[in-house]
């Protein structure tokens, strides 16, 4: 069974076991919801005070904040297994089993759980960036449906491959390193609003540091048609997403080092 | 039995709950770091959005940022989730067993409630304060770093008004621990607390940013006294008069809370030992 | 005036039903079911200070609930308990902090402390003055042999040295009446042997009461001269073992190791069990043939290398006990 329907098959099982409880699922979601809704309600209050940020006015910041919020719930919902994986698989030897199956650790990673529960977070995201879409008269059409597809994607790519750093980490240090959670959890916030309210410092960090402006805030302004104030060139912006895939890509590969070593070092 | 040997087990309980948290300090550093960098974005987006003209904006920038570096430093005190030792009791069922312990078992908790909060927030506090008081002046960001209490009468009501936030936090979290208990489940009270006390304390936004019809509701209810009031006196937003009442509203509130969380889990418990836990 | 008095005591609980899965969680959200289950039903009986009872029975069969409703946990549904002259659910905090109890599969110590922080923080929760406090840990210390556990965290030590550690933590504050639950499942044999003979002697030389439930039978031979059987909600039988045993299975075994092939034995008191080249097993009715009777009967006829006598299984004792009543597990 090749790895893609074999993470099929993970994931619905995941599915199945957490349908079990649907109680509990629908509460947690509904938290989730609340949690992440609730911080709009702040932006929006800022908003019904100073009326605009750098020149944004809120629907086009809910464009951007729902963008992020989306992305960020998806690849939140499927790296359960390595946000873990220090705590359930390097600390208590669990990760020799995956070891000894037939099978890349990372794709059993990446099947252990999909967490449903995220999909509090992401209809908060959608529901926010349906309101901007209103009240900027944000018109989807089809090219701008296939950059935001695109940035979705890649985004995913980028905030997984993070959280795959971070697992990495637990080669070294057994617990998960929290700290990472300011590129993650950090890096999502700071995607809420376009780059350009930021100083520049913060900018530079998350557009070559850790390429979260990649693929959010550039992606969305192609899709808006809008020139990036900051004048990144109009061909640049679509494509930018890309960055989100070498990083994962990039991420990948130091994962493999980490589990080479661990192999030698005999766990 | 003299009063200090009435209290001799919850003494006893809250510096042993003390004392167990403030062995985590990888996770009082982790969560520094964290803190600070939100306190960064958080500071950054009101900078930007007063540079667009603060004729509305109901504190200064200055204030504001005291504000947030405030909010990261007592981050902990905020509420979000039952006591993790009544979350794993009710999970495996054992919370009738905690009747075998020959204390009230509301005090009993409340007392570990304190212990596990402040054991959280004192070294992430003095984190905080060392990098955002001392550090960032000395590097010339003073304008962006917290500066201390506007008086020294503010900073005697800013003592007094953290007691009452330390007070009503674990007040808070007993509800949060009953629901639990009355449900029979960890999975659901915790979550939705977080969201309304992120929303109601003022750790989203200051609640003075919300709108102007809003306010006297926002400022009256409990959860308020959290952090909205605290930090407000800390700046002078909040001063003489007003200060006290605010501070006499958040201890208002700590009785109001204990009494009814008392009735409620005492409610709770004699269910239990009815229906067997 | 007895330490504990138990009269007519009843509980009925009442479960709520639910089809599994995600539709019967709608379903159970509009209409409840309710099943009606009794896990006491009349049960009554009374105990001085000072003895060593034996609460057996199945699984499910109530012995859970009555120690929960004597411990003061839970609420029975009716009937009358008092222990010390306490009612236990009622005035909970002064009727705890008079009881000691040991669950084997449950710790009452703090997992992630050492245990004597676990201590310590017992001494404060029960009050017990500081001096005393020292002379009572230091003493069970030295008796259950505890030096070299103190300073480790419970959640390291072996389940022998846990269930060591949890019997001197339910012994700090004094009690005089402790309750015993399964103290030694899952421990070695010599780690038995140390539970049963430290608590005997705790029974003896202190006259602490100590109720013990178990499903370990050597427990019971060992300790218990009064053995009380809970069985579907109700007590099937109150007296010494022997009592029991002989109301059961009166039968007893007899070995013979013959000289030569064993010979046929035809006695119309005795069933010949099995037979092994020179070995015979038979099975006698003490009440109708003695031991010393029947052996001597059997030596005179024919020439005996060895004979030993033996009692059936306590097991076996037991479980056809349970038969009888129909009380297997529920």
Known sequence: ???????????????????????????QSAASFAITIIEFVGVWALFHRFGQIAGWRLGEVALFYGLASVTFAISDAVTRGFDVFGTT?????????LLLRPRSPALQLAG???????IGRLSQGAIVFAIGAAMSHFVLTPPAAAILLFAIAGGVALFAGLFILQATLAFWTVE??????????????????????????????????????????????????????????GWLTPLAPLAGFAFLGVS????????RRYASAGG | MTPGAALRPYLSVFSGRFQLMLQYRAAAVAGFITQCWFGVIRILIFAAFYAGGAAHAPMSLANAVTYTWLGQAFLAFLPWNPDPDVADMVRTGAVAYERLRPVDTYAWWYARALGWSLARVAPRAVLMVAFASVLLPLVGLGKWGLPPPSSPVAAGFFALSVVGMVLLSAAITLMINTVVVATMTDKGAGALAAAVVNMLSGLVLPLAFFPDWLRPWLRAQPIAGLIDIPFSIYFGGL??????????????????????????????????????? | MPQILVEELSKTYRIAERDPGALGAVKGLFHRRWRTVEALNGVSFQMEQGELVGLIGPNGAGKSTTIKILSGILEPTSGRCEVDGLTPWRQRIRHVAR?????????????DLPVIEGFDLLRDIYRVP????????????????????????????????????????????????????????????????????????????????????????????????????????KILADGSFAALRAGVLAERRLFVDFAEAAPAIDLPEVRVVARDGRQIELAFDPRRITAPALIARIVAAHPVDDIHVEEPLIEEVIARFYDLHGAGES
């Open chain 1, 112 to 118: 252990y759980e999909l967490r449903l529960t995220r």
């Open chain 1, 252 to 259: 990948l590969f130091i994962w493999g080092f980490g589990v």
């Open chain 1, 1 to 27: 069974m090749n790895g893609l329907s074999l993470y099929g098959r993970y994931v619905a099982a995941s599915i199945r076991a957490q349908m079990a409880y649907p109680a509990g699922l629908a509460i």
């Open chain 2, 239 to 277: 001063s003489g008069w007003s200060a006290a009442g605010a501070i006499a509203l958040q201890f208002g509130w700590v009785v109001i809370l204990v009494l009814a969380g008392r009735a409620w889990l005492g409610r709770s418990m004699r269910r239990l030992q009815v229906q067997g836990g």
């Open chain 1, 89 to 97: 698989f390097v600390k208590t030897g669990g990760f020799d089993r």
């Open chain 3, 130 to 233: 500081p001096d005393r406090y020292a002379a009572t840990r230091d003493e069970l210390t030295a008796l259950l042999k505890l030096d070299k556990l103190l300073n480790q965290p419970v959640r390291q030590l072996s389940l022998g040295q846990r269930m060591r550690c949890e019997i001197a933590a339910a012994l700090l504050h004094e009690p005089q009446l402790i309750f015993l639950d399964e103290p030694t499942i899952g421990l070695d044999a010599p780690s038995k042997l140390a539970v049963r003979e430290f608590v005997g002697r705790l029974n003896r030389e202190r006259g602490v009461t100590v109720i013990l439930t178990t499903h370990d039978m050597h427990d019971i031979e060992a300790l218990a001269e009064r053995v009380i059987v809970i069985g579907g909600g």
């Open chain 3, 99 to 111: 009881i000691g109890v040991v669950f084997g599969q449950r710790t009452q110590l703090w997992w």
């Open chain 1, 176 to 233: 998960s390193l929290e700290a990472v959670n300011i590129l993650t959890y950090g890096g999502e916030a700071a995607a809420e609003y376009p780059l350009n309210v930021y100083a520049r410092w913060f900018r530079d960090l998350l557009i070559w540091g850790v390429p979260i402006g990649c693929v959010t805030y550039l992606p969305m302004l192609a899709a808006m048609g809008r020139a990036d104030p900051l004048g990144a060139p």
